[in-house]
């Protein structure tokens, strides 16, 4: 089966630009996650959606982030505008409702110099 | 709330030999799932092994085992025969499970652990 596919795979900004990054789920699997991974740290949940649904945003900024997930399949995170500490590794996962595992995308190395 | 703590940033090893690597978790929900991923340079995640809190067998897949104390919240990644393309960085992980038992919630991670197996 095909896995989450995530583009671009790298970007490089400057600050205060936008960026979007885009991830399309494993098919079926309703549940789909953005995480922020920064350098030599653990992946951190930005969001969770569940079908359309948004159902944990608790840490994203929501000042300069944004997300959606039209039609539950494909989603969309944006930095509008980006700070250097944004510089990170942004992992899409999806998985079944009822599943425990969780299965990730290669990711988007975001530089913003 | 949630809480993992890997206490080794990192961690050698000779090849084909054993080695564990720890983690400690923190949580006030009887159900819960513990996991295993391994994040190599190229920076996918793969998931390696997964426990259920009520699991009573430790879980294995091929390699990889997990020494589960439940009573001492640990949940232990022992890799045996190690091979140097197990070098990598690890993360343990862990989910609540939502009330009723019917869906999952976030995945948790810890700060991971760095694993260089010499030849």
């Known amino acids: 089966e095909a896995g989450v596919a995530q583009s671009p795979r790298y970007k490089i900004i400057e600050k205060r630009q936008s960026v979007a990054f885009w991830c399309n789920p494993i098919?079926?699997?309703?549940?789909l996650y953005w995480y922020q991974q920064i350098l030599g740290q653990g992946p951190k949940l930005l969001i969770q959606f569940q079908n359309n649904g948004v159902v944990d945003d608790s840490q994203l900024p929501k000042d300069r982030f944004s997300a959606e997930r039209l039609k539950g399949v494909d989603s969309t995170l944006k930095i509008q505008p980006a700070k250097l500490e944004d510089s990170a590794v942004y992992l899409c996962?999806?998985?079944?409702?009822?599943?425990?595992?969780?299965?990730f995308g290669s990711g988007t190395q975001l530089s913003v110099l | 709330a949630q809480k993992i703590t890997q206490t080794q940033p990192g961690m050698f090893v000779q090849e084909k030999e054993a080695v564990t690597l720890d983690c400690t978790y923190d949580?006030?929900?009887?159900?819960?799932?513990l996991f295993w991923y391994k994040q190599p340079s190229s920076g996918e995640m793969i998931f390696l092994i997964y426990q259920g809190s009520y699991d009573q067998q430790n879980a294995t897949e091929g390699r990889y085992s997990l020494n589960f104390q439940k009573a001492r919240k640990s949940a232990n990644l022992v890799i045996s025969a190690s091979q140097l393309g197990d070098s990598a960085m690890y993360f343990c992980a862990m989910r609540e499970v939502t009330a009723g038992g019917t869906s999952y919630g976030k995945l948790t991670f810890g700060q991971g652990t760095i694993l260089t197996v010499h030849p």
């Open positions: 098919s079926g699997h309703a549940t």
């Open positions: 996962a999806s998985s079944l409702i009822r599943v425990e595992k969780l299965f």
């Open positions: 949580t006030s929900d009887p159900s819960y799932g």
